[in-house]
């Protein structure tokens, strides 16, 4: 994804409180308490956030990398102004455009830990909280298995590869076949709009600086419980990432599903899809099943945590916010 200059980037990113009970207590007006809360209420908060759910045996704890704002005609298939009006219907519109934030996802069963995609890592908009959000878990990169990159653009592995550097020593590496050879092919990367000059860039670095990489073709299994399924179309090699175990189930869809435009319309895309009948001949395919599954689904770009469903209404489909504090 670019740098992107059109328009100004917001300066903080709201995440709300950690610590502290919602149960009971008072502060005395006097207290020491009271009066950092005070100083607290005029000092900018910088929080990393996490959220985590259970499906099955499974641990899924959901993390941001940031969030960056798309400009309204970064959104073919509708007019910009179209596009502000729908964002101004939900209460979301910014004078800079849709807020993308970019979460990831770490999977762990008490035997291994698996990411999925690994952010943009200060490449684009307000980013590069990733190694913050596993610090605040207790990990460091070195810590991680598994990465499984569900499509080459750089909003997905940049933090692999930030710095120059192999940033995931100990783990393998999974990304489609198919997205590996388009985005390594030179003459692809002739061709191709200065906007994705960095995913091509970062592409050559992910091959060279993970010998283990494991070029994988179409839907396969990584470990028992954990699937990778074809979601082509946003790139050549777009993937998902289903975790199951014990009756339950969750799908990580990656680009699938951005906010404001999605699941309202299939034939609205984003700037980077190259192949517009392809995305909207998945979107076509996939929104229809999920509503009827009535799957549990995790969207990088959608608002942190990124968990919802995508739901019938009156004939159409919009996306609903899962219900996932606070399991039984």
Do not use: C
């Amino acid at each position: 994804m670019p740098q992107l200059s059109r328009r100004a980037f917001a300066s903080a990113l709201p995440i709300g409180l950690i610590g502290g009970s919602l149960l009971g207590g008072t502060l005395l007006p006097n207290s020491p308490a009271s009066a950092a809360t005070q100083t607290a209420g005029r000092t900018p908060l910088s929080v990393t956030p996490s959220a985590q759910i259970r499906i099955g045996r499974f641990t899924v704890t959901a993390l941001t990398d940031g969030y960056a704002d798309m400009p309204y005609d970064y959104f073919p298939g509708r007019a910009a102004p179209e596009v502000e009006k729908m964002a101004s219907a939900q209460s979301t519109a910014r004078p800079s455009g849709v807020r993308f934030l970019f979460n990831q996802y770490l999977v762990e069963d008490g035997e291994r830990r698996i990411l999925i995609d690994a952010g943009a890592a200060g490449s684009i908009g307000q980013t590069g909280r990733l190694p913050q959000a596993l610090v605040t878990l207790g990990l460091q990169p070195s810590q991680i298995d598994a990465v499984i990159v569900t499509h080459m653009h750089q909003d997905h592995m940049g933090g692999l590869v930030l710095g120059g550097k192999n940033n995931y020593p100990e783990a393998e590496v999974y990304i489609d076949r198919r997205d590996v050879s388009h985005w390594t092919n030179p003459a692809k990367r002739a061709g191709a709009p200065d906007y994705l000059q960095t995913s091509f860039k970062m592409a050559e670095e992910v091959v060279r600086l993970y010998p283990r990489l494991q070029a994988i073709d179409g839907e396969r299994e990584i470990m028992p419980g954990i699937t990778i399924i074809d979601l082509t179309g946003h790139t050549p090699g777009h993937v998902g990432v289903r975790v199951e175990d014990g009756g339950e189930s969750l799908i990580m869809v990656s680009d699938m599903v951005f906010p404001v435009v999605h699941p309202v319309a299939t034939d609205v895309f984003f700037l980077f899809e190259q192949d517009q009948a392809a995305a909207k001949a998945m979107r076509d395919r996939f929104f229809p099943r999920a509503a009827s599954e009535g799957a549990l689904i995790a969207a990088t770009h959608m608002p942190f945590p990124g968990l919802g469903r995508i739901v019938a209404d009156n004939g159409a489909l919009r996306w609903q916010v899962a219900d996932w504090a606070f399991q039984d």
